[in-house]
């Protein structure tokens, strides 16, 4: 049981290019998100998912996006990177009921854009 | 707008002592709320949660208290350890949210000196 994986642990992106940020859970969770972390700031809420096929904006969704086709699998996409999108990023999942809404997070993606 | 804020000062103590931690929301109800302990280059990982009608929660060396008239939640660690350093984040669900989307705190360093 691997719990949340996330793929790449570091990059380094120039300003301008793309990347996909991977994200599987095993744990066959509904909800996933997707985070940032800057530096003496609290994690803000990217994009969120309920279930495959269905995702929503967060409180800073600008310049990402977002896919969900199976319930394992959320990747986040960087268009253009820019030098505001250097963070750390970490994806999480949580059963969402009643008994459980605990987040698992996974170990993260430490992303600069220069 | 809703927020959650936790001391931004780390906190020194010597080992044995009791570690308190505090988590102060303003400008909304919470149903419940969460701690963290995230260590340096990893992920979150869950510790507790108190729901909004709990006055406090135990697990192990670790107690939650939950003031609705303070609001403020107060997070105890007994006879703390060295090996309890680590940065305690604090993490809230208000009553208007739904889909389990957390409202998080910065976080508060925690030192543990023998």
């Known amino acids: 049981n691997a719990g949340v994986t996330q793929t790449p642990k570091f990059r380094i992106l120039k300003i301008g290019q793309s990347m996909t940020l991977q994200c599987t859970q095993d744990m066959n969770h509904n909800y996933m998100y997707w985070y940032r972390q800057d530096p003496g700031m609290g994690l803000k809420l990217i994009y969120y998912?309920?279930?495959?096929?269905?995702?929503d904006k967060g409180e800073v969704p600008n310049g990402y996006n977002v896919s969900r086709s199976t319930t394992e699998d959320f990747p986040l996409r960087l268009e253009l990177a820019a030098p505001s999108q250097t963070s750390v990023y970490f994806c999480?999942?949580?059963?969402?009921?009643?008994?459980?809404?605990?987040?698992?997070f996974g170990p993260g993606t430490r992303l600069t854009v220069t | 707008s809703q927020k959650i804020e936790q001391n931004s000062e780390a906190l020194n103590i010597q080992e044995g002592k009791t570690a308190t931690l505090t988590c102060n929301y303003t400008n909304y109800s919470p149903a419940y709320l969460q701690w963290y302990r995230q260590d340096p280059g990893r992920g979150p990982v869950f510790l507790l949660l108190i729901r909004e009608n709990e006055k406090e929660k135990r697990k192990e060396r670790l107690k939650v208290t939950f003031d609705t008239t303070l609001k403020q939640s107060l997070f105890h660690i007994t006879a703390s350890q060295p090996a309890d350093s680590a940065t305690y984040l604090c993490a809230s669900l208000p009553f208007s949210g739904g889909y389990n989307k957390l409202i998080f705190g910065a976080g508060t360093r925690l030192a543990v000196h023998p």
């Open positions: 998912s309920v279930g495959a096929g269905i995702t």
């Open positions: 999480a999942s949580s059963l969402g009921t009643s008994s459980s809404y605990e987040q698992y």
